[in-house]
């Protein structure tokens, strides 16, 4: 069996319609990369983007949207807001570190990232850490709109209804994610603007750039990175960044060249629970903006691809290449089932204070958050293609040495 898409609004239907009443969607939206660009220049009457290295990255993205991604009318609208969102800001943040470069020299310490495969766990430890008003973690709404700040204006109820209309494309990726402006999200938010990230080809079929993804130097986005939270710095009553993204796994000897006295809080699960939640919600996201999604192949390359990660972080970490003094497991069974303990542990392992007063904090959200609260994300293994023994195999070498209970 493979995975099935849920069913869609009618609204969305309808306005799908539009873009195949007129011999395709393409003929009401471009993507013309020249196109974008002078649109961005001309919205923000600026015209130097900050170098010119991202360049090929963001014509190698465009160009695969714009031919492979097969994009219906809504999905054209939602990629050319996100593209002409990332240049202008872009050209806004080159401008303000003209003006004031010293926002450059400020130093980012000890970053802590949030790292572990998708559903294990990350954007709830995320959340309930951010509970403490000592850390600081970036809200969507500075990612999309970093000098808001500077402007003294508050665009985090234009990012929410933005955000948040993912949920109306396709109401049951609710269960799965509570999308808004207002939390913490992931840094693939920030390093899209370098457009090295895993955000393009995570909600969109484009198998070339996935491929371009796969064999470019990250550096350059997680130097871009570290510019992004100076600047966010600067407005900040804290610096002690908390930060997360699945896809930190994967560049995790990148990450650790940029912030060298970074710390990782790795969250552990079972892989015959994440792996089918994975595809299940990578094919939702693909499905509110094409009509074409063959999610056949994914359960062998997602399969693979993380037993590979996995070996090659426990093995990185018992050699050196990696510091494992800086990394602190944590179980997703131990977080759900006992987070205020479990976050204690992590803050004495950072060295943090634990106060009453951030207890509290973090057992209200958990309260006022339950499990399943938006409705129930049902998906299994058979139906996204895993065979269940086989699985268990493959990643006995894992669940065994983290101790993971082991889906049935």
Known sequence: MSWTPPPRPRWLERWIAHGEAVGGAGNLVSLDR????????????????????????????????DSEAQLHLPGRTLVRTEILQTLRNRLQLADLWKRE????????????????????????????????PASRTPAMWEMQHPLASFEGSDRSELSDRVTQF????????????????????????????????DHWGGVHCVPSYDAHLRSSDQRPA???????????????????????????????????????????????????ATLPSAISLMGTLKWMRTNEVDMSQ??????????YIYQQEIDQRADGRLPDERFIDVRFDDLVR???????????????????DTSNRIAGYAAAKPKDARGMHRYSLEETGFDVGEEKKRFSFYTDRYGLPTTT
Not at 168 to 191: K, V
Not at 225 to 239: E, I, N
Not at 298 to 307: C, D, M, N, S, V
Request: hydrophobic share 40%; with cysteine; aromatic share 12%.
């Open 222 to 272: 997680y130097r871009y990175h570290k510019r992004f939270l100076q600047t966010l710095q600067a407005h900040s009553a804290s610096s002690r960044w908390l930060l997360k993204a699945p896809s930190h796994l994967f560049h995790m000897e990148t990450l650790f060249d940029v912030y060298p006295d970074a710390r990782i809080i790795r969250t552990h699960r079972d892989p015959l």
């Open 166 to 197: 993912w949920h109306d494309l396709q109401p049951e990726y609710e269960t799965m994610h509570a999308n808004s402006g207002h939390l913490p999200n992931e840094c693939i938010f920030i390093t899209m603007h370098e457009f090295l990230s």
């Open 34 to 65: 020249d196109e974008l660009l002078g649109v961005a220049s001309q919205s923000t009457s600026l015209e130097d983007f900050g170098g010119d290295a991202w360049r090929r990255h963001f014509e190698v993205f465009v160009d695969a949207a």
């Open 298 to 307: 994914a359960p062998a390359l997602l399969a693979f691809g993380y037993a």
């Open 338 to 356: 006992n987070p205020i303990e479990t976050i204690e542990q992590v803050y004495g392992r950072l060295g943090w204070r634990f106060d009453e």
């Open 101 to 132: 470069p010293t926002l450059l020299e400020a130093e980012i310490e000890a970053p802590v990232f949030i790292v572990g495969s998708p559903r294990s766990g990350t954007s709830l430890l995320h959340e309930l850490m951010a509970c403490d």
